[in-house]
């Protein structure tokens, strides 16, 4: 019987694949956040956060999770580039239900055809695109250990595509997403400089995120590259799900916090000759 179920592909590698360490885990973490409770964390709307494996960045994605404890949504939408698959598009998902060990979530197939039809030939489904990538899966269990129960995701993955396909995704979420939904993008940060030049490039990238300023992030871009900094392959490798949510949020007037910021050279390993970045940022509507 086939039950249309998408299984964790990077349980045990990138998290725990037991259900009790891993909601053990997670509990551990998200105790250790900064998070308070107050009347603005109902404001969130859209999260920025890494996808690395627990042991690096799960403290930072802790950080932003946190601030959803106990808020309900209707539909998360994860918007990621793809790692794992190259493709020309964008990567909608056919089975109906997403499992990580903490449990089931379905995916809301009416939106996602909402989505597909409203550029068919851009955007389709590609179920191996979504196989074995763990952009999109490791946000799961976080989702099932904060939010309340009920709520549906629609995970998209970016493939190879011209530089405004950010624009074109935008406007089309746009008409699609409900005051009741969440957005995430999914991304990491610097990829491979020393852990002082990530951590220099990856202030101003914040900074230019926090502030919402695409153009500022832009110019970021270009005039690292230009420097050549040794080994600094990537400022963020999640660009398109990141600018699709700039743009929406400069469409709303949102407004944007950082919430946590380390790379892999804090980890136990510490490792400071090549690390990776890590960050995460909430994204409020204005009460």
Same mark, same amino acid.
């Given at each position: 019987?086939?039950?249309?179920?998408?299984?964790?592909?990077?349980?045990?590698?990138?998290?725990? *694949?037991?259900?009790?360490? &891993?909601?053990?885990?997670?509990?551990?973490?998200? !105790?250790?956040? %900064? =998070?308070?409770?107050? #009347?603005?964390?109902?404001?969130?709307?859209?999260?920025?956060?890494?996808?690395?494996?627990?042991?690096?960045?799960?403290?930072?994605?802790?950080?932003?999770?946190?601030?959803?404890?106990?808020?309900?949504?209707?539909?998360?939408?994860?918007?990621?580039?793809?790692?794992?698959?190259?493709?020309?598009?964008?990567?909608?998902?056919?089975?109906?239900?997403?499992?990580?060990?903490?449990?089931?979530?379905?995916?809301?197939?009416?939106?996602?055809?909402?989505?597909?039809?409203?550029?068919?030939?851009?955007?389709?489904?590609?179920?191996?695109?979504?196989?074995?990538?763990?952009?999109?899966?490791?946000?799961?269990?976080?989702?099932?250990?904060?939010?309340?129960?009920?709520? *549906?995701?629609?995970?998209? &993955?970016?493939?190879?595509?011209?530089?405004?396909? !950010?624009?074109? %995704? =935008?406007?089309?979420? #746009?008409?699609?997403?409900?005051?009741?939904?969440?957005?995430?993008?999914?991304?990491?940060?610097?990829?491979?400089?020393?852990?002082?030049?990530?951590?220099?490039?990856?202030?101003?990238?914040?900074?230019?995120?926090?502030?919402?300023?695409?153009?500022?992030?832009?110019?970021?871009?270009?005039?690292?590259?230009?420097?050549?900094?040794?080994?600094?392959?990537?400022?963020?490798?999640?660009?398109?799900?990141?600018?699709?949510?700039?743009?929406?949020?400069?469409?709303?007037?949102?407004?944007?916090?950082?919430?946590?910021?380390?790379?892999?050279?804090?980890?136990?390993?510490?490792?400071?000759?090549?690390?990776?970045?890590?960050?995460?940022?909430?994204?409020?509507?204005?009460?």
């Amino acid at each position: 019987m086939n039950e249309n179920v998408r299984y964790p592909a990077v349980a045990e590698s990138f998290y725990p *694949s037991d259900r009790e360490e &891993l909601d053990t885990f997670l509990e551990s973490i998200l !105790s250790e956040s %900064t =998070a308070t409770n107050n #009347s603005e964390k109902a404001s969130i709307r859209a999260l920025l956060v890494p996808h690395a494996g627990y042991a690096f960045s799960g403290r930072a994605s802790a950080e932003a999770y946190s601030r959803l404890a106990g808020n309900q949504y209707r539909t998360v939408f994860i918007l990621g580039n793809a790692h794992a698959y190259r493709f020309n598009g964008i990567a909608l998902d056919t089975h109906h239900i997403w499992q990580s060990p903490l449990g089931r979530i379905p995916i809301n197939m009416d939106a996602a055809e909402q989505f597909r039809t409203a550029a068919p030939r851009l955007i389709d489904y590609l179920d191996i695109a979504h196989h074995s990538d763990h952009v999109l899966e490791v946000q799961l269990p976080f989702l099932q250990k904060t939010l309340k129960t009920g709520f *549906s995701i629609l995970p998209i &993955l970016f493939g190879e595509n011209a530089k405004d396909i !950010s624009l074109k %995704t =935008a406007r089309i979420l #746009s008409d699609i997403l409900q005051p009741d939904d969440l957005l995430i993008a999914s991304s990491d940060l610097s990829h491979y400089p020393s852990y002082d030049d990530a951590n220099a490039i990856d202030r101003k990238t914040l900074d230019a995120i926090v502030n919402i300023d695409m153009k500022g992030l832009e110019r970021h871009v270009r005039n690292t590259m230009k420097q050549n900094v040794a080994h600094e392959d990537a400022l963020f490798c999640g660009p398109d799900g990141l600018k699709t949510l700039l743009r929406i949020a400069t469409q709303r007037g949102w407004t944007a916090e950082e919430l946590a910021y380390c790379n892999s050279g804090d980890a136990e390993w510490r490792d400071r000759d090549a690390v990776v970045g890590y960050g995460s940022v909430a994204f409020y509507e204005p009460q």
